[in-house]
């Protein structure tokens, strides 16, 4: 087998949100020799071909099957130049100031200013606040025109309204979009501004080396104890896919040399790569700590067409239930195949049920999940894999049942003439939560959530989390392994507690800051 070396200053491994981000910003600011690599391929607009169960296979961690251990969750991630950003529904929330300045007070962090003027850790100018607007611009970050709202999101904005709960709409990072309504299967027009088709191409024009299919296997250490040090990584390139663009190094093992390693392979892939390159794990927090945002479907059958798959498919949402109980409402469509499989019932029951498909309106519950010690990341040598252990905690359980509750209430206000959940629970006296009256919601207060309810997640966090004790944390403020010189994870594992918003604009924004932050501190990896 072909066995290739690479010499680079710095390897940058997972091409998604903050890969991609902290390549170009680092391309843009030093002239220092940056590889990227991914483990995914690298499907341009031109292989976006709308087919469902063929993009997800090309685009998705396991090719859309990856679950939590029980089975009970769908954890979707893209696995692909871009990752998540290629895949994701556009839906942009900035950072919020709140939560990171709690992490300041809780995990005392320094820096992470939001006041414009500030250069945080002497760092000139360096302030989340500038690296926000910078993200934003970039990603060309906007608010919809009322004439791309469609008429799933319409209905949900005038349930909200009738059920007394405020909806307003999302921004999205979009250019000349037309509304297709795939998004979840990549953009075959490049309207959607992922990293892709913006960072990417940045860091390339710049001089940054993709390598695409390029599995890490495991990131080289030298040294012992303080003087421990990242040199580099190893891996595998495999044969480039049917409709990836060409890879320009060849299939076989590689072997990369780096000043400075960077991994931002996401928040389950990050710690797996961590714990199987054996990185000292004295206090056991590699991969702690997982936070999911577990999403509920609410499903409505109206008696008028609703097709909610045409045009673009999120663009209101409601966050009035964020402060006092840790959810949002949040207008979305599930692709067709997908979406029926989470649809309850079997044959002639569920054939009846698509048959309506273009009068059903939906929408998700997301829920911002607490930290529990328990539910975490771990890789699996045997079965070569991460396995993802998770369980709602009680109190998550409540919260999750009170948001039904609210979710069924504001279907009905919205019209829809019968309104169900994707679950096949009992709640007495319904054999199914399958509801045909309003008054019939405060049923939700029984939901177990067991597994015959579809949960899913696309907000994976917090499994190498930031903080300045060693003890509770992966990575301090600088996202600097305690344990290992030179090794920075910088993604959504870094967020020591949910993001408290969809996280992609919060992921984007922590990356360029640590990006800005490296690029000025070179002197302290000897770069
Ligand atoms: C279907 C879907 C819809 C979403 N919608 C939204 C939305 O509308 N708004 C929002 O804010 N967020 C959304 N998200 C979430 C958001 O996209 C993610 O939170 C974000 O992309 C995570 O960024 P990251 O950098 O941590 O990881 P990722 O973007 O997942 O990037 C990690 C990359 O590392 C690669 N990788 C992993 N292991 C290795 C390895 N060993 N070697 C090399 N490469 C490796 C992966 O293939 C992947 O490409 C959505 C996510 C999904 C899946
Ligand atoms: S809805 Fe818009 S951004 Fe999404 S895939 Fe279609 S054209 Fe692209």
């Given at each position: 087998?072909?066995?290739?070396?690479?010499?680079?200053?710095?390897?940058?491994?997972?091409?998604?949100?903050?890969?991609?981000?902290?390549?170009?910003?680092?391309?843009?600011?030093?002239?220092?020799?940056?590889?990227?690599?991914?483990?995914?391929?690298?499907?341009?607009?031109?292989?976006?071909?709308?087919?469902?169960?063929?993009?997800?296979?090309?685009?998705?961690?396991?090719?859309?099957?990856?679950?939590?251990?029980?089975?009970?969750?769908?954890?979707?991630?893209?696995?692909?130049?871009?990752?998540?950003?290629?895949?994701?529904?556009?839906?942009?929330?900035?950072?919020?100031?709140?939560?990171?300045?709690?992490?300041?007070?809780?995990?005392?962090?320094?820096?992470?200013?939001?006041?414009?003027?500030?250069?945080?850790?002497?760092?000139?100018?360096?302030?989340?606040?500038?690296?926000?607007?910078?993200?934003?611009?970039?990603?060309?970050?906007?608010?919809?025109?009322?004439?791309?709202?469609?008429?799933?999101?319409?209905?949900?904005?005038?349930?909200?309204?009738?059920?007394?709960?405020?909806?307003?709409?999302?921004?999205?990072?979009?250019?000349?979009?037309?509304?297709?309504?795939?998004?979840?299967?990549?953009?075959?027009?490049?309207?959607?501004?992922?990293?892709?088709?913006?960072?990417?191409?940045?860091?390339?024009?710049?001089?940054?080396?993709?390598?695409?299919?390029?599995?890490?296997?495991?990131?080289?250490?030298?040294?012992?104890?303080?003087?421990?040090?990242?040199?580099?990584?190893?891996?595998?390139?495999?044969?480039?896919?049917?409709?990836?663009r060409p890879n320009p190094m060849p299939e076989g093992l590689v072997r990369f040399r780096a000043g400075l390693?960077?991994?931002?392979?996401?928040?389950?892939?990050?710690?797996?790569?961590?714990?199987?390159?054996?990185h000292p794990d004295p206090h056991g927090t590699i991969g702690r700590g997982l936070v999911l945002h577990p999403?509920?479907?609410?499903?409505?059958?109206?008696?008028?067409?609703?097709?909610?798959?045409?045009?673009?498919?999120?663009?209101?949402?409601?966050?009035?239930?964020?402060?006092?109980?840790?959810?949002?409402?949040?207008?979305?469509?599930?692709?067709?195949?997908?979406?029926?499989?989470?649809?309850?019932?079997?044959?002639?029951?569920?054939?009846?049920?698509?048959?309506?498909?273009?009068?059903?309106?939906?929408?998700?519950?997301?829920?911002?999940?607490?930290?529990?010690?328990?539910?975490?990341?771990?890789?699996?040598?045997?079965?070569?894999?991460?396995?993802?252990?998770?369980?709602?905690?009680?109190?998550?359980?409540?919260?999750?049942?009170?948001?039904?509750?609210?979710?069924?209430?504001?279907?009905?206000?919205?019209?829809?003439?019968?309104?169900?959940?994707?679950?096949?629970?009992?709640?007495?006296?319904?054999?199914?939560?399958?509801?045909?009256?309003?008054?019939?919601?405060?049923?939700?207060?029984?939901?177990?959530?067991?597994?015959?309810?579809?949960?899913?997640?696309?907000?994976?966090?917090?499994?190498?989390?930031?903080?300045?004790?060693?003890?509770?944390?992966?990575?301090?403020?600088?996202?600097?392994?305690?344990?290992?010189?030179?090794?920075?994870?910088?993604?959504?594992?870094?967020?020591?507690?949910?993001?408290?918003?969809?996280?992609?604009?919060?992921?984007?924004?922590?990356?360029?800051?640590?990006?800005?932050?490296?690029?000025?501190?070179?002197?302290?990896?000897?770069?």
């Open positions: 087998m072909t066995s290739t070396s690479i010499e680079c200053d710095v390897l940058v491994i997972g091409s998604g949100a903050a890969g991609s981000v902290l390549a170009a910003t680092l391309a843009e600011l030093t002239p220092l020799r940056i590889v990227l690599v991914e483990r995914g391929g690298y499907f341009g607009r031109e292989a976006m071909t709308q087919r469902e169960l063929q993009m997800i296979q090309r685009l998705y961690a396991d090719g859309g099957a990856r679950t939590t251990d029980d089975g009970a969750i769908a954890v979707r991630g893209g696995e692909c130049v871009g990752g998540g950003t290629t895949v994701n529904v556009a839906l942009c929330l900035d950072p919020v100031p709140r939560i990171w300045d709690g992490w300041r007070r809780e995990r005392h962090l320094t820096g992470f200013s939001f006041d414009r003027d500030a250069s945080d850790l002497g760092v000139p100018g360096l302030n989340m606040a500038a690296c926000l607007a910078e993200v934003r611009a970039r990603l060309n970050v906007h608010e919809p025109d009322d004439a791309e709202v469609n008429e799933n999101n319409r209905l949900f904005a005038r349930g909200c309204r009738a059920a007394g709960i405020g909806a307003r709409k999302f921004e999205l990072n979009m250019r000349g979009c037309v509304g297709c309504g795939f998004c979840f299967a990549g953009c075959a027009i490049d309207a959607k501004q992922g990293t892709m088709v913006t960072y990417l191409q940045d860091a390339v024009a710049r001089g940054v080396t993709l390598v695409h299919h390029c599995a890490i296997d495991a990131i080289d250490f030298e040294g012992e104890g303080g003087a421990r040090r990242a040199v580099g990584a190893r891996g595998r390139i495999a044969t480039t896919r049917e409709g990836s390693v960077i991994v931002s392979a996401g928040a389950i892939e990050s710690p797996a790569l961590l714990q199987r390159s054996g999403s509920l479907g609410i499903v409505g059958i109206f008696d008028h067409d609703v097709v909610a798959s045409a045009g673009i498919e999120g663009t209101m949402y409601s966050d009035q239930f964020v402060a006092s109980h840790g959810f949002f409402l949040q207008c979305l469509f599930a692709p067709l195949g997908a979406g029926a499989a989470t649809l309850p019932g079997f044959g002639p029951e569920h054939f009846e049920l698509m048959r309506q498909v273009r009068r059903l309106g939906t929408f998700g519950i997301m829920l911002l999940d607490s930290v529990g010690d328990d539910n975490h990341v771990v890789w699996d040598q045997a079965l070569e894999r991460a396995r993802i252990i998770y369980r709602l905690s009680m109190a998550d359980r409540a919260r999750l049942r009170f948001a039904a509750e609210r979710g069924v209430e504001v279907m009905f206000a919205a019209g829809a003439k019968e309104v169900l959940l994707p679950s096949e629970e009992a709640l007495p006296p319904l054999d199914t939560p399958w509801f045909n009256d309003r008054s019939q919601a405060a049923l939700c207060r029984q939901l177990p959530f067991g597994p015959a309810t579809v949960l899913g997640s696309s907000h994976c966090q917090g499994t190498a989390k930031m903080g300045e004790d060693p003890a509770t944390s992966v990575v301090d403020s600088r996202c600097e392994s305690h344990h290992v010189r030179n090794l920075v994870v910088c993604d959504s594992s870094s967020f020591p507690s949910s993001c408290g918003a969809n996280p992609m604009v919060s992921i984007l924004t922590l990356a360029r800051y640590q990006g800005r932050r490296l690029a000025a501190e070179r002197a302290r990896y000897g770069l």
